[in-house]
């Protein structure tokens, strides 16, 4: 005979109860989640606060990559700890996926950790990792009209990075425009302008993850 | 976008409940989606024809509610609703909250559990349904 099953169970229960356990592992480590479309310039924005940061924290990234391993060599020739994940097709990390990679850190040794996501705009802002901060990542290469077609990936994350900031001139990105747009979305979120091929704007953001790094170590002892 | 790995997901866990509740067929599934989700409607209907035949999903329904972007303002209590998100109140200005629109979950499924009816002379599935929980 015909049944009826109420169930009101969220699909991503068990991605949520990893993420947990992630967040567990991580709780004296800092732990950023960094979200771009492709080629948005994640790893060079990582490369350059490696060198930055270097003698000061010792930074650890997670690099999720559809197929190749040419993101964790980038990060590997910084000196930083790096574990390769390697989704296979897969548009997105999930918990799972950063559980298996934090296995093979030291996680002890660590100040920061980073997760440089998979470049997309859409997915990744669904899936909780363990991790403290999300920062989306957006370059003015990519047009002005991101934050209006993705809302979900900004409203979810802590902090703004408007990236390539050398290219102003040859674009029609109003960068007062997109500001005042991501903030309608996400009134408190903090905006930084940055050009990780020059190097502007590096110390404000390298600041702010020194202020994480200490905010964590005060909270958790 | 991942709609096949979420409805394997939708498929693993209906199934779980299914089995834990004697059924053997699967005739309706019901989803809900906020459009503030990135999860496309028609992908997972897609995604579910494409993964059902030949399991205790076969032949079965998938309805997908899709849910509105609502937002209700805490300063003046207006309530609006959208398919873009903003975030302050179009009324007063202030600043509103999300109330609706990231749903991404399983209501309810329906199937059959392969037992004769106990013949209190009731018919269509909707009122004969026993309705039962699945638990959270
Ligand atoms: N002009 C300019 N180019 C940049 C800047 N940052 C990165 N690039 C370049 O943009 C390209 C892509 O940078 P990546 O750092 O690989 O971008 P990504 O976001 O890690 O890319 P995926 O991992 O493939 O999603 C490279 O050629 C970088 O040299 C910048 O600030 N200015
Ligand atoms: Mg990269
Ligand atoms: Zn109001």
Not at chain 1, 70 to 76: G, S, V
Not at chain 2, 40 to 45: G, K, R, T, V, Y
Request: net charge negative.
């Amino acid at each position: 005979m015909p049944v009826k099953v109420v169930m009101a169970q969220k699909i991503l229960r068990a991605n949520e109860q990893v993420a947990r356990e992630n967040r567990e592992r991580l709780q004296h480590l800092p732990t950023v989640n960094l979200i771009s479309s492709p080629g948005a310039g994640k790893t060079t924005l990582l490369e350059k606060t490696i060198q930055a940061l270097r003698g000061e924290l010792a930074i650890g990234v997670v690099e999720g990559d559809i197929y190749t391993t040419r993101d964790a060599e980038r990060i590997a020739g910084q000196g930083a700890a790096v574990v390769q994940v390697n989704t296979a097709g897969l548009c997105h990390l999930d918990a799972n996926m950063v559980g298996r990679a934090l296995d093979q850190l030291d996680l002890d040794s660590l100040d920061l950790l980073f997760i440089e996501n998979v470049g997309n705009l859409v997915c990744p802002a669904e899936f909780d990792l363990g991790e403290d901060y999300k920062v989306a990542l957006l370059s003015v290469a990519e047009g002005g009209d991101k934050p209006e077609k993705y809302p979900l990936v900004f409203r979810e994350s802590h902090a703004v990075v408007i990236n390539k900031s050398d290219l102003l001139p040859y674009t029609d990105f109003d960068m007062n425009k997109v500001q005042e747009e991501i903030r309608t979305l996400k009134p408190e979120i903090l905006i930084f302008v940055t050009s990780a091929a020059t190097g502007e704007g590096l110390e404000a953001w390298c600041a702010w993850l020194r202020e994480i790094v200490r905010h964590k170590r005060f909270v958790t002892g | 976008m991942h709609e096949i790995g979420l409805i394997q997901t939708v498929m693993d866990e209906v199934s779980r409940v299914a089995e834990a509740n004697g059924i053997e067929r699967v005739t309706k599934v019901r989803l809900v989606v906020g459009r503030m989700n990135g999860a496309i409607p028609d992908a997972l209907e897609f995604a579910f024809s494409v993964l059902s035949p030949e399991t205790i999903f076969e032949g079965a329904r998938l309805e997908i509610e899709s849910v509105p972007v609502r937002l209700r303002c805490p300063h003046c209590g207006a309530e609006s609703e959208g398919e873009k998100l903003a975030y302050f109140c179009p009324e007063c200005g202030g600043r509103a909250e999300l109330v609706a629109g990231q749903e991404l979950y399983i209501d309810y499924f329906e199937g059959d559990d392969g037992k004769e009816d106990a013949g209190e002379g009731r018919d269509g599935a909707e009122d004969s349904a026993r309705e039962r929980a699945g638990g959270p």
